[in-house]
């Protein structure tokens, strides 16, 4: 484990407070331990794995050790997973009776998903496409094989840090489109945005669009004097020219959409960046100052799930805890294999275009359809009840943090961190299933299905959205009875906590949610269109009140710098309340909305006691130190 990743969660795990249940079943776990062994303190198993085995089996045998419960207690290292820790409702538990998988006092154990990049060495002579700047600066090394072959990835950390895939610019000062070409499906830029770039290999736009970013691998690249016309892959190329929300902007209040080109050997030109060089099997990386690649801990991603509770209506996954664990270390290859095309908040378009005629089901003069796919998470959860994360880490993900998917209900997560996560860091809900056309309600016949009466309390997420500029803190989706509250949001791309799906006045599963006394601040980084807390769609008995919202972001390229917001009821949103928020100023907006909404004593007036009570409680204010200040 890195001395970075150590320092990040040290104070947590000291802090964590293990209960040690009367006539409890212990189960220990160590890095040195072995599978064969019996899993006492003395002799631990090796895998996380192994340990639910043997709870399992305990469970099966009715073995009356169980009675109070079962702790698995997991000795500090870094646990590599090969697959994901899978559980299943035969390990489900009971309230008198629990399974709970837990650091052991004092000590912060990894589970990972990634795999180790050895081998470096600086390289000699002249790499051909290097840039000059970089010649002789880059080091090596052979890309690492997982299951006999060479592993694919998108991200790469060093020391715990991540590193930047080469890009250029290497700020924030962007280029920007000059024509979209819809017929041919084409973009022309500026040709000193290219520079000497001529082949394209692997070449991917990042392109800026309103309230999200598209991912689209380039597949001709074509320079004509001053400008330059780049087409794109398939699918995504189709759905991006024809999908109509969000969309590029040409010649608009801030000028035309934005975007960086990224993934190709002629733009490594700064310490700090990588490449993966797919056609030799390398990756090349020019170290940053005080880096040294013969001791560095170099990750790459292998894995895209490290937990997964798999539950049914019928069969749930209940009374299982997770207690100071780190989860590390995922990938995400989709946008390499297929784009990324998001609608909103990282959800991506498996298809979308505008409709000639308009009209759907729900929406008389809706003008375009979209079906959407889900952004997978490092823990991911469906068919349970009465799970908990305590004082755990989300750290170095390369998609979502936790999702509680579906048919989930009396769930919490309390206590934890979300940190450099390149999409949303929690999700929670539906949004819609991918045969369904995404703003038609979501009411399922089995009320089962819709995730309710979760809580999410005095959690950090910060540094969440890092790659997928459209993503945001706190994604909830198709939820009833949620309650977060108490957690501290920042340093956000978009918005903080997006809550509903659907942009319809409809009745829908959605109502009795509430979002109270959260701190969200430095957040829409990167992206407009955005707020503190945003809604979407019919909520009767929603409540969104005692929230502090602050420090927006002021990003250069947003395609309209004044369209943002504290507070922001979208489409559809109705029978919602709105009250005693604390922000500097009272710039919010109603988009469309349907009835019975109220707003009440929101803005700078609203008092010290609700302003400073926001985000998290005392007890939980460890999470913030090493946080940067601004």
Not at 93 to 101: E, F, K, Y
């Amino acid at each position: 484990m890195t001395g970075s990743l150590s320092s990040k969660i040290l104070l947590s795990c000291a802090l964590l407070t293990i209960s040690v249940s009367a006539g409890a079943a212990d189960i220990w776990v160590a890095t040195t331990g072995s599978d064969r062994n019996a899993g006492t303190a003395e002799k631990p198993l090796a895998t996380v794995a192994a340990a639910l085995r043997q709870a399992r089996d305990l469970r099966r045998l009715h073995d009356p050790a169980v009675q109070g419960g079962v702790h698995i207690r997991v000795r500090g290292g870094e646990y590599r997973l090969v697959e994901p820790l899978f559980l299943r409702p035969e390990d489900t538990g009971t309230a008198a009776s629990p399974t709970i998988i837990e650091a052991a006092p004092g000590e912060q154990p990894v589970l990972s998903g990634g795999v180790p990049v050895t081998g470096w060495r600086q390289e000699v002579g002249k790499r051909p496409g290097l840039p000059a700047a970089a010649q002789g600066q880059v080091w090596v090394a052979s890309a690492p094989l997982v299951g006999g072959r060479m592993l694919a990835f998108r991200q790469l950390w060093v020391n715990g840090r991540k590193a930047v895939r080469a890009r250029s610019p290497n700020n924030d000062n962007l280029p920007r489109l000059l024509a979209w070409d819809v017929d041919q499906q084409a973009a022309s830029v500026p040709a000193a945005a290219v520079g000497a770039l001529r082949q394209v290999n692997q070449l991917e736009m990042v392109l800026h669009q309103m309230w999200a970013v598209a991912v689209l691998r380039v597949k001709t690249l074509t320079v004509q004097g001053n400008q330059a016309r780049l087409t794109f892959q398939q699918p995504e190329s189709r759905v991006q020219f024809e999908h109509p929300w969000p969309r590029p902007i040409l010649n608009g209040k801030n000028g035309s959409s934005a975007f960086y080109l990224t993934n190709t050997i002629e733009l490594l030109d700064q310490p700090g960046e990588w490449f993966y060089d797919a056609a030799r099997g390398q990756v090349l990386y020019w170290p940053r100052p005080g880096e040294t690649m013969g001791t560095a801990k170099v990750v790459a991603p292998a894995l895209e799930t490290l937990v997964q509770v798999a539950g049914s209506l019928d069969q749930p996954v209940a009374h299982v805890q997770f207690k100071g664990l780190a989860f590390a270390y995922t990938t995400w290859l989709r946008p390499s294999e297929k784009g990324h095309v998001p609608i909103q908040a990282g959800l991506f378009m498996l298809d979308g275009y505008s409709l000639k005629t308009p009209g759907t089901p729900d929406k008389k003069d809706l003008e375009n359809q979209a079906w959407i796919g889900r952004p997978p998470a490092a823990v991911a959860v469906s068919g349970a009840n009465h799970m908990r994360f305590e004082r755990c880490q989300f750290l170095h993900l390369a998609s979502a943090g936790l999702d509680y998917e579906s048919g989930t209900h009396d769930d919490a997560v309390v206590g934890c961190t979300f940190r450099d996560i390149a999409g949303n860091g929690i999700q929670v809900g539906k949004f819609s299933d991918m045969g369904t056309e995404t703003h038609l309600p979501y009411q399922p016949t089995d009320e089962r299905e819709i995730c309710t009466n979760e809580i999410l309390e005095n959690n950090l997420l910060t540094d969440c959205g890092n790659e997928d500029w459209g993503c945001v803190g706190i994604a909830a989706g198709y939820v009833r009875g949620i309650s977060i509250r108490h957690n501290e949001v920042t340093q956000v791309p978009y918005t903080g906590i997006s809550l509903g799906w659907g942009w319809t006045k409809t009745t829908n599963a959605m109502r009795d949610n509430h979002v109270q006394a959260n701190y969200i601040h430095h957040y829409a980084q990167h992206t407009y269109d955005v707020a503190g807390v945003y809604t979407l769609s019919a909520q009767p008995g929603t409540v969104i009140s005692e929230n502090r919202i602050d420090e927006i972001g002021r990003a250069a390229y947003v395609h309209d710098p004044e369209h943002w917001f504290y507070l922001y009821l979208d489409e559809g949103s109705s029978n919602i309340t709105v009250q005693d928020n604390w922000c500097p100023s009272e710039k919010f907006l109603a988009n469309a909305n349907g009835p019975g909404n109220i707003w009440k004593n929101n803005g700078p007036m609203v008092s010290e006691a609700i302003k400073q009570a926001a985000g998290l409680e005392p007890e939980f204010r460890d999470l913030r130190n090493g946080l940067a200040q601004k």
